[in-house]
């Protein structure tokens, strides 16, 4: 009797227990695959034999000594319907009830383990508690993959939305924490597989191809003073069979399949977005094939009214041999559509804005110059320290580099002033791309490429416009590099032979200008150089320290769209070596650029310093003075960086309030230890590193990083298509030398100009192919996130940086207003131009599409 009424008062008291509801947020792995069939019916199997998914809360107030004080565990807790659960929030989300007991010696939450024991993967956005004893709702933010728990070797946990410091972690998470960290940074060993969560380094030596011949080596960049290079993340791929120091690529066919960390992959909107245009663009790649069968010159444009039918007419599919090597070349997820096509016409290009309104602006040296400005490579361009312009290579090797341009040449177009009052009034600048270009310039002219090193000198008039004053082609010395250059000079012209001269000459400028744009501004200078916080950030800084919550989402994508880079675009033979004119030495090239890369100069005053398109000048706004008053990068970008810099201020101020916060922040310290002892190793000497003892340096490098994450980067990617769409404007190659008098060349010139201008440049095959790929850089995908906004609105529980973001969204939406306003005033005539583009690569948000405006948080693309 006793004992049925012990079982009985049992009973009653589990009856009368509290229960803590939660909510659950996912996305069904079978929602984002093209064919997860088999996955899907497993897990349904799984759940009628009892294997679920658990959810164990884990205390932040009680440790168990029993496991050295580590936060006390919860009885689990399994989700309630998978099967039957079809309630949709948005496209592919489930939201599904979980049911706590709430157990005093939990008491409240920080973190809850999880345990999937279905056949596949799922993706877990958020859990949300309710009505917590005590303490009300408590929120964590996921965003994660969660793999079958045999896949792991420890526990996936999950942080409540409160920031931390390391000193202010509650006891009972600390060790939660480390080992977490612990898990991230893996062993640096082994092939990594789609289910580690391993963030580790590379050099890039994944680039070569040389068990596919010699044709296909390169030289590893990192890890050595000759070819200096920011670190990538690591596959632990096995070596080639040719090379043991070449890590072995995938096939083509699995360029997808490369491996990343699984939540730095693509969510499934921007992977469907991404595959759709990369499937276009491959289709109008095909052109060439089969147009050139007709053609009366096979892969060159006949006439300018040639360039523009790219834009004019829809592409059929052919039979035949040409799908067969569509099939042995493109990935099998972009085969499967294309096989379902009918052979109907395929979209057709749509027209850059550079063309839109006026189909040969473009020419106009006004629009030229302007592009130096506010084009899709605005951050060259520097003001003339001293005539001739002086190079900066060393002597000794590469012999008297110094300009050849006379003070004949320029001085009658000064409008009334001599070189040395235009030098003093602040009035000459440089498009300067010499010394850049000639060390490389000798192998580069043995490929197929033809091209010169450049100097374009420019004036600045008094309507604020720039007007060039002279072009220099050089050429290394015949004999020898240690000879100097062997240089020519053009200045402008507008009718005849010297007419059609220049417009070849400004040809060479775009050419070099397009490489150094695509492989220093963009590559370098935002993707590669970013990776490594990417990883150091994962590896050293727990989800809940503030300043991952700061910067983790300016890292969105970034790994990926750098893998695939690597994969298809930047590698031996890829993309990027047959569109753009460094050919096989153009990585090697933007190796020996980032020898003088300087982290503090990435800060957009002290570039604008450097280049002295600015000086300081603390009654000026932001506390510099431009030297071209309508500099629309500049402008805008001086209001972004500073709202940027305002922002990151207010926040890193409220979890640190003194310098010595700064220095005893241990997770702190060793992420920046090592951003520069392992992620850019090859500059770890180097005396410009901030130490990171202040809260000034702090705020400084984190702007830094969210400025090039975000605005520099968008600045020098979204006009891609804008500008480059059509290829005369930005022609990226060029494939023979300047005409020279009594040859077949300088007749065709003068008889037929424009034909000759259209055989110097990019050739049909190599334009379609370029333009293929930067119409898909130039998109934003539906998905996008912009500067001033986050996923999820929870991201943090702390209210005073929430209100801190929300006036800096507040600034980013008064910038968009000004912004607008300036374009409309005629008054700055480098905001639109001769060819009416508006500027607005560094207008905060964009609708999805080629809208040639919008920052992405992220380099996501």
Same mark, same amino acid.
């Given at each position: 009797?006793?004992?049925?009424?012990?079982?009985?008062?049992?009973?009653?008291?589990?009856?009368?227990?509290?229960?803590?509801?939660?909510?659950?947020?996912?996305?069904?792995?079978?929602?984002?695959?093209?064919?997860?069939?088999?996955?899907?019916?497993?897990? /349904?199997?799984?759940?009628?034999?009892?294997?679920?998914?658990?959810?164990?809360?884990?205390?932040?107030?009680?440790?168990?000594?029993?496991?050295?004080?580590?936060?006390?565990?919860?009885?689990?807790? +399994?989700?309630?319907?998978?099967?039957? &659960?079809?309630?949709? %929030?948005?496209?592919?989300?489930?939201?599904?009830?979980?049911?706590?007991?709430?157990?005093?010696?939990?008491?409240?939450? !920080?973190?809850?383990?999880?345990?999937?024991?279905?056949?596949?993967?799922?993706? %877990?956005? &958020?859990?949300?508690?309710?009505?917590?004893?005590?303490?009300?709702?408590?929120?964590?933010?996921?965003?994660?993959?969660?793999?079958?728990?045999?896949?792991?070797?420890?526990?996936?946990?999950?942080?409540?939305?409160?920031?931390?410091?390391?000193?202010?972690?509650?006891?009972?998470?600390?060790?939660?924490?480390?080992?977490?960290?612990?898990?991230?940074?893996?062993?640096?060993?082994?092939?990594?597989?789609?289910?580690?969560?391993?963030?580790? =380094?590379?050099?890039?030596?994944?680039?070569?191809?040389?068990?596919?011949?010699?044709?296909?080596?390169?030289?590893?960049?990192?890890?050595?003073?000759?070819?200096?290079?920011?670190?990538?993340?690591?596959?632990?791929?096995?070596?080639?069979?040719?090379?043991?120091? *070449?890590?072995?690529?995938?096939?083509?066919?699995?360029?997808?399949?490369?491996?990343?960390?699984?939540?730095?992959?693509?969510?499934?909107?921007?992977?469907?977005?991404?595959?759709?245009?990369?499937?276009?663009?491959?289709?109008?790649?095909?052109? #060439?094939?089969?147009?050139?069968?007709?053609? @009366?010159?096979?892969?060159?444009?006949?006439?300018?009214?040639?360039?523009? /039918?790219? +834009?004019?007419?829809?592409?059929?599919?052919?039979?035949?041999?040409?799908?067969?090597?569509?099939?042995?070349?493109?990935?099998?997820?972009?085969? /499967?559509?294309?096989?379902?096509?009918?052979?109907?016409?395929?979209?057709?290009?749509?027209?850059?804005?550079?063309?839109?309104?006026?189909?040969?602006?473009?020419?106009?040296?006004?629009?030229?110059?302007?592009?130096?400005?506010?084009?899709?490579?605005?951050?060259?361009?520097?003001?003339?320290?001293?005539?001739?312009?002086?190079?900066?290579?060393?002597?000794?090797?590469?012999?008297?580099?110094?300009?050849?341009?006379?003070?004949?040449?320029?001085?009658?177009?000064?409008?009334?002033?001599?070189?040395?009052?235009?030098?003093?009034?602040?009035?000459?600048?440089?498009?300067?791309?010499?010394?850049?270009?000639?060390?490389?310039?000798?192998?580069?002219?043995?490929?197929?490429?033809?091209?010169?090193?450049?100097?374009?000198?420019?004036?600045?008039?008094?309507?604020?416009?720039?007007?060039?004053?002279?072009?220099?082609?050089?050429?290394?010395?015949?004999?020898?590099?240690?000879?100097?250059?062997?240089?020519?000079?053009? &200045?402008?012209?507008?009718?005849?032979?010297?007419?059609?001269?220049?417009?070849?000459?400004?040809?060479?400028?775009?050419?070099?200008?397009?490489?150094?744009?695509?492989?220093?501004?963009?590559?370098?200078?935002?993707?590669?150089? $970013?990776?490594?916080?990417?990883?150091?950030?994962?590896?050293?800084?727990?989800?809940?320290?503030?300043?991952?919550?700061?910067?983790?989402?300016?890292?969105?994508?970034?790994?990926?769209?750098?893998?695939?880079?690597?994969?298809?675009?930047?590698?031996?033979?890829?993309?990027?070596?047959?569109?753009?004119?460094?050919?096989?030495?153009?990585?090697?090239?933007?190796?020996?650029?980032?020898?003088?890369?300087?982290?503090?100069?990435?800060?957009?005053? *002290?570039?604008?310093?450097?280049?002295?398109?600015?000086?300081?000048?603390?009654?000026?706004?932001?506390?510099?003075?431009?030297?071209?008053?309508? =500099?629309?990068?500049?402008?805008?970008?001086?209001? $972004?960086?500073?709202?940027?810099?305002?922002?990151?201020?207010?926040?890193?101020?409220?979890? +640190? /309030?003194?310098?010595?916060?700064?220095?005893?922040?241990?997770?702190?310290?060793?992420?920046?230890?090592?951003?520069?002892?392992?992620?850019?190793?090859?500059?770890?000497?180097?005396?410009?590193?901030?130490?990171?003892?202040?809260?000034?340096?702090?705020?400084?490098?984190? &702007?830094?990083? $969210?400025?090039?994450?975000?605005?520099?980067?968008?600045?020098?990617?979204?006009?891609?298509? #804008?500008?480059?769409? +059509?290829?005369?404007?930005?022609?990226?190659?060029?494939?023979?030398?300047?005409?020279?008098?009594?040859?077949?060349?300088?007749?065709?010139?003068?008889?037929?100009?424009?034909?000759?201008?259209?055989?110097?440049?990019?050739?049909?095959?190599?334009?379609?192919?370029?333009?293929?790929?930067?119409?898909?850089?130039?998109?934003?995908?539906?998905?996008?996130?912009?500067?001033?906004?986050?996923?999820?609105?929870?991201?943090?529980?702390?209210?005073?940086?929430?209100?801190?973001?929300?006036?800096? !969204?507040?600034?980013?939406?008064?910038?968009?207003?000004?912004? %607008?306003?300036?374009?409309?005033?005629?008054?700055?005539?480098? @905001?639109?131009?001769?060819?009416?583009?508006?500027?607005?690569?560094?207008?905060?948000?964009?609708?999805?599409?080629?809208? !040639?405006?919008?920052?992405?948080?992220?380099?996501?693309?």
């Amino acid at each position: 009797m006793e004992h049925i009424m012990k079982s009985l008062a049992g009973k009653h008291g589990e009856a009368n227990k509290k229960k803590i509801k939660g909510t659950v947020v996912l996305m069904k792995k079978n929602v984002l695959d093209f064919t997860d069939f088999n996955a899907s019916i497993a897990d /349904k199997v799984h759940e009628l034999l009892g294997k679920k998914v658990s959810l164990q809360l884990v205390s932040s107030v009680n440790g168990d000594p029993e496991k050295g004080q580590q936060g006390k565990l919860g009885s689990p807790a +399994y989700l309630e319907g998978w099967i039957t &659960t079809n309630h949709h %929030l948005t496209v592919g989300e489930s939201v599904f009830n979980v049911t706590f007991d709430w157990e005093e010696e939990v008491e409240v939450p !920080g973190a809850f383990i999880i345990k999937n024991h279905h056949h596949s993967e799922f993706f %877990l956005k &958020t859990v949300t508690l309710e009505d917590v004893p005590g303490h009300g709702r408590i929120h964590f933010v996921c965003n994660s993959w969660v793999y079958p728990a045999k896949k792991y070797n420890q526990n996936r946990i999950f942080f409540s939305n409160q920031a931390y410091l390391p000193s202010d972690t509650p006891e009972p998470l600390r060790r939660y924490r480390e080992e977490e960290l612990l898990t991230l940074r893996g062993d640096g060993t082994g092939e990594l597989q789609e289910w580690d969560r391993v963030y580790d =380094y590379a050099y890039y030596n994944d680039l070569a191809d040389p068990d596919k011949g010699s044709d296909y080596e390169r030289p590893v960049l990192g890890g050595s003073t000759e070819y200096p290079y920011p670190r990538r993340g690591r596959t632990g791929r096995p070596p080639t069979k040719t090379d043991p120091n *070449a890590e072995s690529r995938l096939p083509i066919l699995s360029s997808l399949n490369i491996y990343v960390p699984r939540d730095e992959r693509f969510g499934h909107l921007k992977m469907s977005d991404f595959l759709a245009f990369a499937l276009k663009s491959i289709v109008q790649l095909l052109v #060439p094939e089969f147009k050139a069968l007709c053609d @009366r010159t096979p892969n060159e444009f006949d006439s300018i009214e040639d360039t523009l /039918k790219l +834009y004019e007419g829809g592409i059929k599919l052919p039979d035949g041999p040409l799908l067969k090597n569509i099939v042995e070349n493109i990935p099998l997820e972009l085969l /499967k559509q294309l096989l379902q096509s009918d052979g109907e016409e395929f979209l057709k290009y749509p027209t850059p804005q550079v063309i839109k309104d006026d189909k040969s602006a473009w020419r106009t040296d006004e629009e030229f110059t302007r592009e130096m400005l506010a084009g899709v490579n605005p951050v060259i361009i520097s003001r003339l320290q001293e005539f001739p312009p002086r190079s900066k290579l060393n002597s000794a090797v590469y012999g008297n580099q110094n300009s050849t341009i006379t003070r004949e040449q320029i001085e009658q177009r000064l409008d009334g002033l001599t070189i040395d009052e235009a030098l003093k009034m602040n009035s000459l600048f440089i498009l300067d791309h010499h010394d850049t270009i000639m060390p490389y310039l000798r192998r580069i002219n043995t490929t197929s490429t033809k091209t010169y090193a450049t100097r374009t000198l420019l004036f600045l008039q008094k309507d604020g416009t720039l007007k060039p004053l002279a072009i220099e082609l050089s050429l290394p010395h015949p004999n020898g590099d240690e000879f100097g250059a062997i240089s020519k000079v053009y &200045t402008p012209a507008e009718l005849g032979l010297d007419g059609s001269l220049w417009q070849l000459a400004k040809a060479y400028v775009a050419v070099i200008d397009s490489g150094i744009h695509q492989l220093i501004s963009h590559w370098l200078n935002t993707h590669a150089t $970013i990776e490594p916080f990417v990883i150091a950030t994962n590896r050293q800084l727990s989800v809940v320290h503030p300043i991952h919550k700061l910067l983790h989402p300016h890292f969105r994508d970034t790994m990926n769209i750098n893998a695939f880079a690597r994969q298809i675009l930047i590698n031996a033979g890829g993309i990027v070596e047959i569109t753009v004119f460094p050919a096989k030495y153009a990585m090697e090239m933007s190796s020996v650029v980032y020898k003088d890369w300087i982290f503090p100069e990435q800060a957009l005053p *002290a570039d604008l310093i450097k280049r002295k398109m600015a000086v300081e000048d603390s009654t000026s706004p932001y506390g510099l003075r431009l030297l071209i008053e309508d =500099y629309p990068f500049a402008v805008d970008g001086l209001k $972004i960086w500073s709202a940027i810099k305002t922002w990151v201020t207010d926040y890193c101020s409220f979890y +640190y /309030k003194s310098d010595q916060m700064v220095q005893e922040d241990t997770e702190l310290q060793s992420w920046w230890k090592e951003v520069r002892e392992k992620g850019h190793a090859d500059k770890k000497d180097e005396p410009w590193w901030p130490r990171m003892k202040t809260l000034t340096e702090l705020i400084d490098s984190c &702007t830094i990083i $969210i400025w090039v994450s975000s605005a520099l980067h968008a600045s020098t990617n979204f006009g891609q298509w #804008p500008y480059a769409g +059509y290829a005369p404007n930005r022609p990226t190659i060029s494939r023979r030398f300047m005409p020279e008098p009594g040859t077949p060349e300088y007749e065709e010139l003068k008889s037929n100009p424009d034909k000759a201008f259209l055989k110097t440049i990019t050739p049909q095959f190599q334009t379609l192919l370029g333009l293929s790929t930067i119409e898909i850089l130039s998109r934003h995908t539906t998905d996008e996130v912009y500067l001033g906004q986050r996923e999820n609105a929870q991201w943090t529980k702390d209210t005073e940086p929430l209100e801190a973001f929300k006036r800096f !969204g507040q600034t980013l939406s008064e910038i968009e207003d000004q912004i %607008l306003q300036m374009n409309g005033d005629p008054k700055w005539r480098n @905001r639109v131009g001769p060819v009416n583009i508006p500027y607005t690569l560094l207008f905060p948000t964009s609708d999805s599409g080629i809208t !040639g405006r919008g920052i992405p948080n992220s380099i996501a693309i």
